[in-house]
C-alpha cells in the first residue's frame, strides 16, 4: 500500500479547492460535506471513505478517479503498475488503484474487493456527464442502482450512468476483482 497517497490526495483537493477559489466552507457546502472534515482531509489528518471521496468529487463536478493523482513517472502514454498508488477505504476495506495514465479520456479503476463488504455512493454525477462501467474479473459483485439491484459474476460488464445512489456489495465468501472505466457520457 502506498502511504504516501494520502498525502498526494490530500494536496490534490486542496488544489481543486484552491483553483475554484472556494474557502473550506464554500467547498463543504458544494459537496456535503462538513468544513471540519474537508479540513482534516486537506491536512492528510484523516484517510476519506470512498463514500466522502464521491461527494467531495461531485461537489467538484468531477469523478472520485480524478482526484487521486496519475502515476508518478507517467511521462506520456505509459502507466506502469509499480508506477500506481492504492488507496484502501478505511469503511470497506476495499482497495482501488487507478491505473490510467495522465491525461487519458476515459479512466481505468482496478478494485479489490473484500468478501462481505458493501460501499453506497449517495452523491451522483450525472449533470457532470459521467458514466462507468463495472467489468467483474473474478467473484461476483451486487450492483444496486438506485432501486435496481443486478448481481454480475465472472466476466459480466455492466454499463449505468452515475444519475442516482450506486450500491456495490460483494456477497460472496472471498475477495471480488474488478474494473471500473470512467467516461464522458455520449448523450
Keep these: 500500500m502506498d502511504h504516501d497517497v494520502n498525502h498526494r490526495l490530500a494536496e490534490r483537493l486542496k488544489q481543486a479547492r484552491s483553483a475554484r477559489g472556494w474557502t473550506l466552507e464554500q467547498f463543504a457546502e458544494a459537496s456535503g460535506v462538513s468544513r471540519a472534515m474537508i479540513s482534516k482531509i486537506e491536512r492528510a489528518e484523516v484517510s ?8 467531495l468529487a461531485a461537489g467538484l463536478g468531477t469523478s472520485m478517479a480524478s482526484l487521486f493523482p496519475a502515476p508518478r513517472s507517467a511521462p506520456d502514454r505509459l502507466s506502469r503498475w509499480d508506477d500506481q498508488s492504492d488507496w484502501q477505504d478505511p469503511a470497506s476495506g476495499y482497495i482501488r488503484r487507478n491505473v490510467s495514465p495522465a491525461g487519458a479520456a476515459a479512466e481505468i479503476v482496478y478494485v479489490t474487493f473484500p468478501a462481505g463488504r458493501r460501499v453506497v ?15 467483474v474479473l473474478e467473484g461476483e459483485i451486487e450492483m444496486g442502482i438506485g432501486p435496481q439491484v443486478t448481481r454480475l459474476g465472472t466476466g459480466d460488464c455492466l454499463l449505468m450512468r452515475l444519475d442516482q445512489p450506486i450500491t456495490f456489495h460483494n456477497p460472496g465468501d472471498s475477495a471480488a476483482r474488478y474494473i471500473v472505466v470512467l467516461s ?4
Excluded at 184 to 187: G, L, S, W
Design 48 to 55: 476519506p471513505t470512498a463514500a466522502v471521496l464521491a461527494r
Design 184 to 187: 464522458k457520457n455520449r448523450h
Design 121 to 135: 455512493f449517495d452523491t451522483y454525477t450525472a449533470p457532470h456527464g459521467i458514466e462507468q462501467q463495472v467489468w
